[in-house]
């Protein structure tokens, strides 16, 4: 047992007098795992009625005698051109209204009925072919994007029939006497697009509610088609079925996938090279899919991008660093897209792990081997691996689609960047953090996160109020617990008055280049940009004050005591300064600030081995080497170095370590 190292192998793209000299490579790295078959779909099913598994019988049989673990597509993610021609409707209608004709990729419609009839048709001969070779299955590819064709439409109102009793629960719910919208039928319901409720682009609703379900039920088609092709798969396999989810993707709702995800797995191609932050918590949000059972990393780039503007190289040791950051994480598999780069089209220069050259000694090739050999080292020590975070920030696809949907915010705010800067700061304090849904239990954490949650559903206020009871600390923000699930602002104090002690009576929202000084007490005064609440407290203490305009001298942060609990609410846009001075008194409450948390650019991680041993992961993501104290005993499993509690530990610049504790520690 190890974690699996390879990646997207494409091999149908090139002559079968390469592959032979692909998996001698394939050996030289210590690559062990292919994912075979993602765009095959036109090669395998040439003609409505012709299946012709030539191909990719040879693909899996040479994976196969070559002793590989094979991680087999459905090859759905993209149709063939001849299924466009005969049956339009399988391309899909964009936001504007444009039916599209055969291209590109990901570009099903998810109600089409020849789609579904054909993805799992062949789901089913794959699965019935080759179901012994395959040890995890791959549906689809990168589900995402949105339909807003005829058929989608009737699916649309099919669901709403499923999820409302009467057309008079949908119109409350949707507000619809607003702007004479009160809906008398359920044909005269169209989707949300550029021709009906958004004048102004797709963040600009008139009605939320049905933007919402919109959104709610596009996810769920596109999910109706993944487990369509998942129960293929199962009639004739019980190998795991994965899909590549896309981390914080904002169309689709991974939490309503997770349930048919056998494991998570997902395609990490951050914005750019400062995004070490960002990883974390999207790695923390994928393993908090599944309660925190590990995922796969799908896909990575070894080296660049090609879809971008700028496609920067990673540094020399970077991607080892990365890599070892997702395993630090939660992953048990570490993928590459792509193992030898193809000819054309527009992947050509996407960085592989084999390039055009076909050489062993280009600085990518000797260091994915590099990193293939050190995994091989490693072996099981981290599979299965759990992470014992003490800290959850709540993510909530509703409130993100929500919160920048609705006019009269402050359109500068996103949610990401909110999530993000409360996340950075328990980041850069050393603490492990879950990322997880507003459903999870909250057991057995010591502080909650919810930045932004501006939707309040289901019994959340309650548990939030029984966490902070029984000692828990709760931090959150403006605009946060202000709509239901239906996206209408409650009557009266909103449900979480009480646990925040405080009362928001307006809000001021300004352009980013005003800024209004918070002075923190016992703390710094730092910057507080785009919103400011103008808050009433009401058993909550002041902790920060605005300096300026007319509300000057009132609270922007309070802290309230709540049975054993605390509940801090920040009511302003703070800085990185701000938002981290509240973070570390909330962490600190706890003791759950780490020892290595003024040392910029180290991160810290842990997880638990099977058997209960903890490993600390040391990522230095400077350019520069760093002295560390050690905090425990044990060994590097990396060098193999004994470590001491108190000596010092040098890590190079991009350097990792993994301490695994001695049994005393
Ligand atoms: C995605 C896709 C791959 C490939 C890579 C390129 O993750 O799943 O097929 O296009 O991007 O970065
Ligand atoms: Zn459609």
């Known amino acids: 047992m190890k974690i699996h190292f390879g990646g997207d192998y494409n091999p149908e793209q090139w002559p079968e007098s390469t592959w032979k000299e692909d998996y001698r490579l394939f050996d030289t790295a210590s690559i062990d795992t292919v994912t075979l078959g993602v765009f ?12 012709d598994f030539t191909v990719l019988d040879a693909v899996v049989a040479r994976a196969v005698a070559e002793g590989r673990t094979i991680c087999l597509a459905t090859g759905t993610g993209a149709h063939p051109a001849w299924m466009a021609r005969a049956y339009p409707e399988v391309t899909r209608v964009d936001f504007e209204g444009r039916r599209h004709r055969f291209g590109q990729r990901h570009n099903s419609c998810p109600s089409s009925p020849a789609f579904r009839r054909f993805s799992v048709a062949v789901a089913d001969q794959l699965a019935a072919r080759y179901a012994s070779a395959v040890t995890a299955w791959h549906v689809g590819n990168e589900y ?14 099919a669901w709403l029939r499923d999820r409302y009793d009467s057309l008079d629960a949908l119109n409350d719910a949707w ?15 169209e989707p949300p697009n550029a021709l009906t409720e958004h004048w102004r ?28 092709e998942k129960d293929a798969l199962r009639r004739h396999s019980p190998a795991p079925v994965t899909t590549n989810l896309m981390g914080m993707y904002k169309p689709i709702d991974y939490h309503r996938w997770a349930p048919h995800l056998d494991f998570v797995s997902w395609d990490n191609y951050p914005p750019d090279d400062t995004s070490q932050a960002r990883m974390a918590f999207t790695h923390d949000l994928m393993r908090g899919l599944k309660g925190g059972t590990p995922f796969w990393l799908m896909e990575q780039t070894p080296s660049i991008t090609a879809s971008r503007q700028v496609n920067p190289l990673k540094r020399p040791g970077v991607m080892r660093l990365w890599s070892w950051q997702a395993v630090a994480h939660g992953a ?9 780069a193809g000819r054309g089209a527009c992947e050509k220069y996407h960085g592989a792990v084999i390039g055009h050259s076909g050489r062993d000694d280009t600085r990518v090739f000797r260091e994915v081997a590099a990193l293939g050999a050190e995994l091989s080292a490693l072996g099981p020590a981290t599979v299965g691996a759990r992470t014992p975070a003490r800290v959850a920030v709540l993510f909530d696809w509703d409130s993100w689609w929500t919160l920048e949907m609705t006019d009269g915010l402050n359109r500068h705010l996103r949610y990401q ?46 548990r939030l109020s029984s966490f902070a009871a029984r000692g828990g600390t ?16 409650f009557l009266g104090d909103p449900p979480l008055t009480a646990l925040l002690g405080i009362r928001v009576s307006e809000w001021d929202s300004r352009d980013p280049s005003v800024s209004n000084p918070v002075a923190l007490a016992d703390g710094p005064v730092v910057d507080a940009r785009l919103h400011f609440d ?5 058993s909550a203490v002041v902790v920060g004050v605005y300096g300026a305009d007319f509300y000057a001298g009132t609270a922007a942060v309070t802290r309230n005591a709540f049975g054993d609990g605390e509940v801090w609410y920040v009511g302003a846009g703070l800085d990185a300064a701000g938002v981290s001075w509240v973070v570390r008194q909330a962490l600190g409450r706890h003791d759950l600030v780490g020892p290595y948390a003024d040392l910029p650019g180290v991160e810290t991680a842990v997880r638990l081995g099977t058997d209960g041993t903890p490993l600390l992961f040391l990522l230095n993501h400077h350019d520069s080497a760093a002295e560390i104290i050690a905090d425990r005993d044990g060994t590097d499993l990396l060098s193999g170095a004994p470590v001491t509690r108190g000596a010092t530990i040098h890590l190079a610049a991009h350097d990792v370590m993994i301490i695994q504790s001695s049994p005393r520690h």
């Open 474 to 489: 709760v931090v959150t923000t403006f605009l946060s617990g202000l709509v239901d699930t239906h996206a209408q602002a």
């Open 201 to 228: 682009g797709p963040d600009h609703t008139a009605f939320q509610g049905i933007t919402l379900d919109y959104l709610r039920f596009m996810s769920d088609a596109m999910l109706a088609g993944y487990r369509a």
């Open 534 to 538: 103008l808050i009433t407290p009401l």
């Open 332 to 340: 048990d598999a570490v993928l590459f897209f792509q193992m030898r």
């Open 175 to 189: 507000y619809t006497r607003f702007w004479s919208h009160t809906f008398g039928d359920w044909d005269e319901i």
């Open 144 to 157: 995402g994007g949105a339909c807003y064709c005829t058929l989608c439409a009737a699916g649309f109102r």
């Open 40 to 51: 095959t779909w036109g090669l395998t099913q040439p003609a409505e009625d012709v299946y």
């Open 417 to 462: 960047d909110i999530v993000l800067a409360y996340h950075r700061a328990v980041w850069e304090s050393g603490a492990d953090v879950d990322a997880v849904p507003v459903t999870a239990s909250l057991d057995g954490y010591d502080v909650v996160l919810a930045p932004a949650l501006h939707m309040l559903k289901d019994d959340l206020a309650a």
